[in-house]
């Protein structure tokens, strides 16, 4: 038995008030499990730890398949460890097997608001204001109380990124977990950053036109071009050139003009421009 006020043995005297009731007020997690069950052993700890951080925010009611053989009846329990989530009464999601902890948080964080995610919130509307400054201050002060939350890493790279630190904000997007990079935000800024590197020494776009009037196989102009065209959001246009330059020379840059049309696709999401421009694309290389 746990001395944790956060950690609960569910039987089914109890269920009803600790579990239905409880989640009413509290998200409650159930772990179904056995003694003989060896990833069970593996969770547990895991889960017991997650209750202790959390400190309250969910509460982790344990159930002994083996002692409460009618409550794994009543929710169908066929494998263990299964995972419930309760909140209003109600199981509102679930997982089966003894996942990583990083999985568990994500799976939690779905369900848990976290302060830290207010102040991130808070921070975005101060850059959008164009207020970097005051939006690195809370993000940082933020990191240090809540060093786990992915979304503080990304608010800062955003922030550095508007502040005029583009390495620091590269730095810390190469730092995240591979699935916060798949992040469409993470994607667009990554491009962003890119297309600003690229820009960062280039001639200005009369020169760059200039070179390729007098050179149409001047491909690094072409290049260019495209970056300075993304920074000034005429996304059409970049794509236009970026076509050219695959038609001309695919291998360039090791494939550069492909990869930089699918980085303005990231940046573009759900524009209309991406399936048109997409579909040129494929035609190019099939």
Same mark, same amino acid.
């Given at each position: 038995?746990s ?31 056995? &003694? ?10 895991v889960?017991?730890?997650? %209750? =202790?951080?959390?400190? #309250?925010?969910?509460? *982790? %009611?344990?159930?002994?398949t ?7 009846a009543?929710? #169908?329990?066929? &494998? ?8 209003? #009464? ?32 808070? $921070?975005?509307?101060? *850059? ?7 939006? !690195?201050?809370?993000?940082? $002060? ?5 060093? $786990? ?5 990304? %608010? ?7 502040? #005029? ?7 810390i997007?190469?730092?995240?977990? !591979? ?22 020494? %280039? ?9 390729l ?10 290049? !260019? !071009? ?6 000034? =959001? ?9 076509? =050219? ?7 360039y840059?090791?494939?550069? $003009? ?9 940046? *573009? ?14 035609n190019?290389?099939?």
């Amino acid at each position: 038995m746990s001395n944790s006020p956060y950690i609960i043995e569910i039987t089914e005297d109890n269920y009803q008030t600790d579990v239905v009731e409880q989640s009413h007020r509290v998200p409650v997690l159930v772990d179904f499990w056995a &003694s003989w069950c060896q990833p069970c052993q593996m969770l547990m700890p895991v889960l017991a730890k997650l %209750a =202790e951080e959390y400190g #309250g925010k969910f509460i *982790l %009611a344990k159930v002994n398949t083996e002692e409460q053989q009618g409550l794994a009846a009543q929710f #169908g329990i066929r &494998s263990i460890p299964t995972v419930k989530l309760f909140k209003d #009464g109600q199981p509102v999601d679930e997982f089966a097997g003894a996942l990583p902890e990083s999985e568990i948080r994500r799976f939690l964080d779905r369900h848990i608001p976290r302060e830290s995610d207010a102040l991130v919130e808070k $921070a975005r509307q101060l *850059l959008l204001a164009g207020d970097a400054d005051q939006a !690195l201050k809370i993000l940082e $002060a933020t990191k240090a109380t809540d060093p $786990a939350n992915v979304n503080v890493d990304i %608010a800062l790279a955003q922030a550095h990124a508007a502040s #005029g630190q583009p390495d620091r904000a590269l730095e810390i997007l190469q730092g995240l977990p !591979l699935e916060a990079r798949e992040k469409p935000e993470v994607q667009r800024l990554e491009g962003l950053l890119h297309f600003e590197a690229l820009a960062t020494d %280039a001639p200005d776009e009369s020169t760059l036109s200039r070179r390729l009037e007098q050179n149409p196989d001047d491909h690094e102009a072409r290049r !260019l !071009l495209a970056a300075r065209k993304v920074l000034q =959001e005429d996304y059409a246009g970049a794509l236009d050139l970026l076509l =050219e330059l695959m038609r001309k020379d695919r291998g360039y840059g090791d494939d550069a $003009a492909r990869k930089d049309m699918v980085r303005i696709f990231d940046l *573009l999401g759900d524009d209309p421009l991406v399936p048109r421009y997409r579909s040129r694309m494929m035609n190019l290389l099939y």
